[in-house]
């Protein structure tokens, strides 16, 4: 498909509404999927909508999109259950676009609700004895997302001398943010001495290199144009969307310093939404882990391939820098629940509303959400606006 | 627990003998690996198994210090990704070196050497070449 044919999408769906769980962190007493609609009232509310005007539901998790719908009581016309990782939602956008602007829906309610800290209403793990994970990855010890992640960090520091003062810099960065966000969970001063002296997890990542485990919620809502003007909050244009996937296991990794996927995903969406990278005012980059964005920086353009740890250095993304990036805090200090994407999409549309107080980024016009899937396997990446251009 | 599928049984009855072997597509001429029963780079199902040299280079690694409860090797441990002479790549241990960035090194020369785990499994681990 060309561009041309993508950009005929740009700016005929908006996100009209936004919302997370009224509670984050340790949540032991909310199932997931409570979570989940709590999150979606939360955002219908916001929309000025209720549930008895959606009729598409996105969602990923370890359930069906049915399911979800079953829980909230809606009976959707259009369902889409894209499970490509954390960044999942972010392709719901794209997919929502699509179907709100052929007419198989009107309106697109996208949730999320994890249990990723207290387990609670979480289904068992995916991966069988006999599935390429536990055959090929697990008997050499591959645990949980830091070893995995280890691997790439290692070869970026090999190949373009990347270094962990870098990796933490983006740390203190964006802990910075979340010092003037009340809901953020890690609020406590941090310097990149902090960091380095955290405790080793996985070489070279150390424990504040890695991400939060919380639990939470949020959803967001979708219209066409037409209808976007008529609700209560100012319309969130949809501009530009992409998504990939290259790989699921990271043994299958195409290139340990390079997130190819992510390179697919953010060009498709500035082709189509037609900015250059000079005209983002805000950025959402997924965090689960410090070299997660870094790479994430270089694959989407904003830096050469090699020059995302120079890129983050001297305060870049924090308030008051020259690149805004992670305004809530991040999966690093604001809540991470496992699919961390959602939380990317909420931001950036209270942003661009000017909803932020302390923590606004003035006169945000153009933002991005960089969305990570699985270990650098997939990617996904919405640019939204006040305006269309 | 490893318990193998029909494509990946050859695979692990290869590692109990202390052969790495790996499945080669007729059809394109090259091998790959996690096995299918189809080539990735091809899709054609006309593959043979054949037995690799177990020589490769060192393609990245991670020193492992929060591992699984009652992991063999212990903590910290050396996992690590391996590109064998026929090309693909596979995720195991590097084993005979000090667990430190110090004297792991990406693209050093390894081969294989095998791990008796239980009666069914051998496990691929890697060691620096020439060190046996």
């Given at each position: ?302 830096c050469k391939p090699g020059e995302g740890g ?55 016009k153009t933002a991005i959400c960089h969305g ?7 990617s996904a990446t919405l640019i939204c606006g006040?305006?269309?251009? | ?132």
């Amino acid at each position: 498909m060309t561009t041309g044919e993508r950009r005929r999408l740009r700016g005929r769906v908006a996100i009209v509404g936004a919302g997370e769980s009224d509670e984050l962190g340790k949540l032991p007493h909310k199932s997931a999927l409570a979570l989940h609609a709590e999150g979606a009232r939360n955002a219908l509310a916001d929309a000025g909508l209720t549930k008895k005007d959606v009729d598409g539901v996105f969602s990923a998790g370890l359930w069906m999109a049915a399911e979800t719908a079953e829980y909230m009581g809606i009976r959707p016309r259009y369902l889409d259950g894209t499970q490509i990782g954390g960044c999942s939602f972010i392709a719901h956008v794209e997919h929502a676009a699509a179907a709100l602007d052929a007419g198989l829906c009107d309106v697109a309610l996208i949730t999320h609700g994890e249990s990723g800290a207290s387990r609670v209403g979480m289904p068992g793990t995916r991966f069988g004895p006999d599935s390429v994970r536990m055959q090929f990855e697990g008997p050499f010890g591959l645990f949980g997302p830091p070893t995995g992640y280890a691997l790439a960090a290692a070869r970026h520091m090999h190949d373009y001398g990347t270094t962990s003062e870098q990796l933490a810099e983006l740390a203190v960065s964006t802990r910075k943010w979340a010092q003037q966000n009340p809901r953020a969970a890690m609020r406590d001063p941090l310097t990149v001495a902090d960091v380095l002296a955290s405790r080793m997890i996985s070489w070279p990542l150390h424990l504040l290199d890695c991400c939060l485990v919380t639990d939470g919620g949020g959803a967001l809502v979708m219209t066409r144009a037409d209808r976007a003007k008529d609700l209560p909050k100012r319309p969130v244009w949809v501009l530009g969307t992409g998504e990939c996937s290259s790989h699921v296991h990271v043994s299958q990794m195409p290139n340990y310093a390079r997130w190819d996927a992510a390179e697919v995903a953010a060009r498709l969406a500035f082709e189509m939404a037609g900015v250059r990278h000079a005209d983002i005012d805000v950025a959402e980059f997924y965090d689960a882990f410090t070299i997660v964005p870094v790479m994430g920086l270089e694959a989407a353009g904003f830096c050469k391939p090699g020059e995302g740890g120079a890129f983050v250095s001297g305060g870049r993304t924090a308030p008051g820098g020259p690149f805004p990036m992670n305004t809530n805090g991040g999966g690093l200090s604001y809540t991470h629940t496992g699919m961390y994407g959602m939380f990317t999409l909420v931001e950036a549309a209270r942003q661009l509303r000017g909803e932020c107080g302390p923590r606004q980024v003035a006169g945000a016009k153009t933002a991005i959400c960089h969305g990570l899937g699985g270990m650098f396997s997939a990617s996904a990446t919405l640019i939204c606006g006040t305006e269309v251009p | 627990m490893v318990v193998p599928l029909p494509e990946t049984e050859a695979f692990w009855a290869a590692a109990r003998r202390h052969e790495l072997s790996l499945p080669y597509c007729r059809s394109c001429g090259a091998f790959h690996f996690y096995p299918r029963a189809s080539c990735p780079h091809c899709l054609s199902g006309d593959l043979e198994w054949r037995r690799a040299s177990g020589r490769g280079r060192l393609e990245t690694f991670t020193i492992v210090h929060r591992g699984p409860k009652d992991f063999p090797l212990g903590t910290p441990y050396v996992l690590a990704v391996v590109e064998l002479e026929e090309g693909p790549r596979i995720m195991t241990n590097l084993v005979g070196v000090e667990p430190d960035p110090s004297t792991v090194k990406i693209g050093m020369a390894v081969e294989v050497v095998f791990a008796y785990v239980s009666e069914e499994l051998t496990l691929p681990h890697f060691r620096p070449a020439g060190a046996g």
